[in-house]
C-alpha cells in the first residue's frame, strides 16, 4: 500500500471520529442550552420505528459502498450522506469520463474528487437556498416543479445507465431483470430501494461469477 | 431554567453553522490531497479539472431535491436541525420517517410547528442515533473490506475488475427497476419510466456528438444534461397525463 493510501485510512479515521462526537454534540447541545433532556421513552419508541431498519441498511452500505468509493470517497461520504442519490451516481460518472477503474490509485483520486466536490456544492447550495429561503420556498414548493424533483431518480439512474449498461450489457442482464420483475410484483418495495441495492449487487456478483467461470465475459 | 425555546433560534443556527464549516472543512481537505496525489501520479491537470468541474455542475440539480427536503421539514423543525440533518450523512428518505416515528410516540402532529423543547430534542436524538451506524462503522470495518477487495484483485486481477463493475450494476438495476414500480397504477405511472428513456435517450445523443462530432466537452456535462432535460422533460408531460 502506497505512503498516501495509509495517510488517507489515517486522516480518514481523526475525520470521521471528529464527525462521530460532532454530530452527537448536536442534541448534547440543544439539551444542555435549552435544559430540556428528553424522556428516554420517547426516545426510545422513536428510535424502534426507525432503528431496525436504518441500522440493517447502514451495515450494508458500508459493506457495499467502501469497495466502490475507495477509502477517501467512503470516509468522506460516510459524512456528508445521501449516498445512494448522490454520491455513489457522481464517483462513478466520474470514474467513468476519466477513463480510470475503481479499486485502482487512480480511481481512488478521481472517486475521491468527485465526492468532496459533490459535497462542497451540496452544501454551499444548502447555505444559498438557507439563506433566500424566503425568496425561493415558493418556488420550491411551486407545483409545476413537483413532477420534476419527483423524478429525479430515473432522470438521473437513466442516464447513467445507458453508459454503464451498454458498455457491460453481459454483466447488467441478470439484475436488471430481477429488480423489473420484483417491482413489477411488489411495487412497495419502492420505498425500501436501499435495501434492495445490496441484493442487485449479489445478483449482478452471482452471474458475473457464473459468466466469468464459462468465460462469457 | 433553559433559554427560551423556538426552532429558528439564533443558537440552533450557529450549531448548523458549525456543522456546516465542519463538512466544507473535511471536504476541502480530500479535496486537495486527492488533487495533489493525482498531480504525483502523473494524471494530466485537464482530467483532474475535468472531474472537479463535470461533478460539480451535475450536483446542482439533486442538490435542490435535498433543499427541498429542508423546506419540508423546515415547516415542522424549523430551519436548522433539518439543514444539519441534510448536511452530515442525511438524506430525505431517511429524515422524514425519523421525525414522524418520534412525532407518533409522542402523539404530535406533524403539521404544526415545535414549540416545546423536550419534543424537540427528542426528534434531534432519534434523528442522530438513527444514522450513527453509517458513520462509525466506515472506520471499524475499512481494514477488513479493503483488504477483501486486494486480495481478490492479486488473486485474479480480471476477476477483480469485474467484480467492482458488477456492484455499480447491481446498484444501478435496483434504481431501474425502482422506477417500475408504479407501472400498475395506470399510464400516470408510466411517468418514471418515460422520463428515464428521455434521459437516456438525450445521454445517447450526447455520446453521438462527443463521438462524431467531436464534442469532447461536453463530455463533462453529458450527465447534467440528460438528467435536467429528463426533469423538464417530466414538468411538461405530467399536466398531459394527469
Given amino acids: ?217 | 431554567m433553559g433559554m427560551a425555546f423556538h426552532v429558528n433560534s439564533l443558537f440552533l443556527y450557529a450549531l448548523a453553522i458549525g456543522v456546516v464549516l465542519f463538512v466544507l472543512t473535511q471536504s476541502a481537505f480530500f479535496l486537495v490531497r486527492a488533487y495533489r496525489r493525482g498531480k504525483e501520479l502523473g494524471m494530466e491537470t485537464g482530467k483532474l479539472k475535468k472531474t472537479i468541474v463535470s461533478t460539480a455542475v451535475f450536483t446542482i440539480a439533486p442538490a435542490v431535491s435535498i433543499l427541498i427536503g429542508v423546506v419540508t421539514l423546515s415547516k415542522f423543525l424549523g430551519i436548522p436541525l433539518p439543514w444539519i440533518r441534510m448536511s452530515v450523512i442525511g438524506a430525505i428518505t431517511y429524515e422524514l420517517p425519523a421525525a414522524t416515528s418520534t412525532a407518533n410516540a409522542l402523539g404530535i402532529s406533524l403539521s404544526e410547528t415545535i414549540s416545546d423543547p423536550r419534543t424537540y430534542s427528542a426528534i434531534a436524538w432519534v434523528m442522530t442515533l438513527g444514522i450513527l451506524p453509517s458513520i462509525i462503522l466506515p472506520p471499524i470495518l475499512m481494514k477488513k473490506i479493503q483488504g477483501g477487495m486486494v486480495k481478490i484483485k492479486t488473486k485474479d486481477g480480471r476477476w477483480g475488475d469485474l467484480f467492482l463493475t458488477s456492484m455499480f450494476l447491481g446498484m444501478i438495476s435496483a434504481f431501474l427497476g425502482m422506477v417500475f414500480a408504479d407501472v400498475r397504477r395506470g399510464i400516470a405511472g408510466w411517468v418514471p419510466i418515460f422520463v428515464l428513456l428521455v434521459s437516456a435517450a438525450i445521454m445517447g445523443v450526447c455520446g453521438l456528438l462527443i463521438k462524431k462530432c467531436n464534442m469532447k466537452w461536453l463530455e463533462t456535462y453529458a450527465l447534467a444534461v440528460s438528467m435536467v432535460g429528463a426533469m423538464i422533460f417530466a414538468v411538461l408531460i405530467t399536466p398531459l397525463i394527469q
Avoid at chain 1, 454530530?23 to 442550552?33: R, T, W
Avoid at chain 1, 469497495?67 to 464517483?91: E, H, I, Q
Fill in chain 1, 1 to 217: 500500500m502506497s505512503q498516501y493510501m495509509k495517510d488517507t485510512d489515517k486522516y480518514g479515521k481523526i475525520w470521521i471520529w471528529t464527525a462521530v462526537v460532532a454530530v452527537l454534540m448536536v442534541p448534547v447541545a440543544v439539551c444542555l442550552y435549552y435544559n430540556a433532556w428528553p424522556q428516554a421513552g420517547a426516545v426510545l419508541k422513536g428510535l424502534l420505528g426507525v432503528a431496525p431498519i436504518y441500522w440493517t441498511v447502514g451495515v450494508i452500505e458500508v459493506i457495499t459502498y467502501t469497495p466502490m468509493l475507495g477509502t477517501g470517497g467512503t470516509y468522506l461520504a460516510f459524512v456528508t450522506g445521501n449516498l445512494t442519490s448522490l454520491k455513489a451516481p457522481s464517483a462513478l460518472n466520474a470514474m467513468e469520463n476519466a477513463d480510470v477503474k475503481p479499486g485502482t490509485e487512480e480511481g481512488e483520486v478521481i472517486s475521491t474528487l468527485a465526492i468532496a466536490t459533490c459535497s462542497i456544492v451540496t452544501t454551499l447550495v444548502l447555505v444559498l437556498g438557507v439563506c433566500g429561503l424566503t425568496l425561493i420556498a415558493p418556488i420550491l414548493n411551486s407545483p409545476v416543479l413537483v413532477p420534476a424533483f419527483d423524478n429525479i431518480l430515473p432522470a438521473l439512474f437513466g442516464g447513467l445507465a445507458v453508459v454503464y449498461v451498454s458498455k457491460n450489457w453481459k454483466l447488467a442482464i441478470s439484475p436488471l431483470i430481477f429488480m423489473v420483475l420484483l417491482f413489477l410484483a411488489v411495487p412497495s418495495l419502492a420505498g425500501s430501494v436501499g435495501v434492495l441495492v445490496p441484493v442487485g449487487v449479489l445478483i449482478a456478483l452471482a452471474a458475473a461469477r457464473i459468466m466469468y467461470k464459462k468465460g462469457w465475459v
